[in-house]
């Protein structure tokens, strides 16, 4: 785990590392053994909420081949009505990326 810290906030007594168990998940964190405070990075805390289905929407991107791909949630196939054939058009912003679908019978109607 990157230490992210040194001392806790509350007591300024020096964090360790620590593996706490929250709603049956093992996640790694800093943790102030004079206060109890835990300390968690960004990426545990995303972790955890994929782990409980509080980020449906989060998928992981994966290989396949020379190719880098990622898997779509059924919600959003089923929103959107995606069907095999069609594209999806990436925009950047400054936040991120938007991925909009473009049915493949809109571009020959």
Known sequence: MKKFMKTCYKC????????VVKDGIKLKCLKCPKCGEE??????LIRYDILTGKRRLVR?????G????????D???KDFK????????????PDGILIKP???NE???
């Open 12 to 19: 300024k007594t020096n964090v360790k590392e620590a593996t």
């Open 39 to 44: 300390y968690f990075t960004s990426s545990e």
């Open 60 to 64: 992981k991107f994966g290989t396949l």
């Open 66 to 73: 020379v190719s880098q791909i990622i898997r779509v949630p």
């Open 75 to 77: 919600k959003v196939i």
């Open 82 to 93: 995606i069907k095999p054939g069609d594209y999806g058009i990436f925009e950047e912003r």
């Open 102 to 104: 473009l049915h493949a």
């Open 107 to 109: 571009l020959n109607p």
